[in-house]
């Protein structure tokens, strides 16, 4: 079947600009998570939704980022006025309760 | 909190070698183990998981014991092949997956040399 899907696979962005990542989890899974992954940080925890709703938005690297789950389905992260530490690989993964199942991520460059 | 420690590499081994990728942890709770595999250009692959102390995680030959004692969940396969190679990431999770997310270490990158 049909694996996690995210678009845009590359951003390039200017510093300043925003951004929106999108994220289409495997159907029927009710639990979705948005990490980074970068050079020096290796693989960040940011966000994680059950259904629509995110109980704990403190991973959140700072209040540029923000994320939203509609129809306990598609997902979106937006970063605002992006800096060029944001430069990162963004990953989605959903979950039907247990194990974490990944997509191929969007690879956000800032300039 | 909780972190994941794992060697970095890269490592790199001969076809058939014997393949060890060392991994600790520390947790508040009682975690979960993981190893997650990203081979070239794909997306990260859950490998092998292991809920409790003493269960052993396996596939593709790869296999790893959760280790409470020595609080470690190191990987093993017995003889690698090329196709192998790949980043290796050793994970845990506190709430079985929940809402606390993974925590990952760095990754090992393996490459396996005919």
């Known amino acids: 079947g049909a694996g996690v899907s995210q678009s845009p696979s590359n951003k390039v962005t200017e510093k300043g600009k925003d951004v929106e990542l999108r994220c289409d989890p495997i159907s029927g899974h009710t639990a979705l998570y948005w990490y980074r992954q970068s050079l020096g940080q290796g693989l960040e925890f940011l966000i994680y939704?059950?259904?629509?709703?995110?109980?704990?938005k403190s991973g959140l690297p700072s209040d540029r980022f923000s994320a939203e789950r509609t129809g306990g389905s598609v997902s979106t992260l937006t970063i605002q006025r992006t800096q060029q530490e944001d430069s990162a690989v963004y990953l989605c993964a959903s979950s039907p309760g247990f194990e974490q199942y990944f997509g191929p991520g969007t690879r956000l460059t800032v300039t | 909190g909780d972190s994941v420690t794992q060697m970095e590499g890269p490592v790199t081994l001969s076809e058939e070698a014997f393949l060890t990728i060392n991994c600790t942890y520390t947790a508040t709770g009682y975690p979960s183990l993981f190893w997650y595999v990203q081979y070239p250009g794909e997306g990260l692959q859950l490998l092998l998981k292991a809920t409790k102390a003493d269960d052993k995680g396996s596939n593709k030959g790869f296999e790893a014991t959760y280790r409470k004692e020595t609080t470690s969940f190191h990987l093993e396969k017995g003889s690698v092949q090329v196709s192998d190679s790949a980043v290796y990431f050793c994970?845990?999770?506190?709430?079985?997956?929940?809402?606390?997310?993974?925590?990952f270490g760095k990754g090992t990158h393996l490459i396996i040399q005919p």
């Open positions: 994970a845990l999770s506190d709430s079985g997956g929940g809402a606390d997310g993974l925590t």
């Open positions: 939704f059950q259904g629509n709703s995110a109980p704990d």
